[in-house]
Structures are given as structure tokens and as C-alpha cells.
């Protein structure tokens, strides 16, 4: 049962990979109101959204 769950865990994690992808595009044009809606999805979608949104610069804080 081992395999199953393992092969899963990697389907949802590439498909993690191409969200964070297409949304780090889609914030290169974002405007302010845009950027803080990707940081949100961000946040929902993934762990380590606080490094990504940070390196996006998506937020001003």
C-alpha cells in the first residue's frame, strides 16, 4: 500500500509544481490587487508559500 500513497504524494506534489509555476508567471504582470489574490492562493497551495511570496516581492511589508 506503500507505493500507492507514495506515487500520490508525487502526483500532488508536481502538480503543486505547475500551480506555483503558472502563478509566478501570472504575477510578473500582476498589479497590486492581482499580487495580494496570487499571495492568498499561494498560501492555500503550499508549506513554503511565505518563501515564495517573498521572493516574489508580492507583498510590501
Do not use: C
Not at 508536481?14 to 503558472?22: E, I, Y
Amino acid at each position: 500500500m506503500s507505493a500507492s500513497e507514495r506515487k500520490r504524494e508525487i502526483r500532488r506534489r508536481r502538480t503543486r509544481r505547475k500551480k506555483v509555476t503558472l502563478l509566478k508567471k501570472r504575477a510578473q504582470k500582476a498589479n497590486a490587487s492581482e499580487k495580494a489574490v496570487i499571495a492568498r492562493k499561494l498560501r492555500d497551495l503550499t508549506p513554503g508559500a511565505e518563501t515564495i511570496i517573498a521572493s516574489l516581492q508580492l507583498e510590501g511589508r
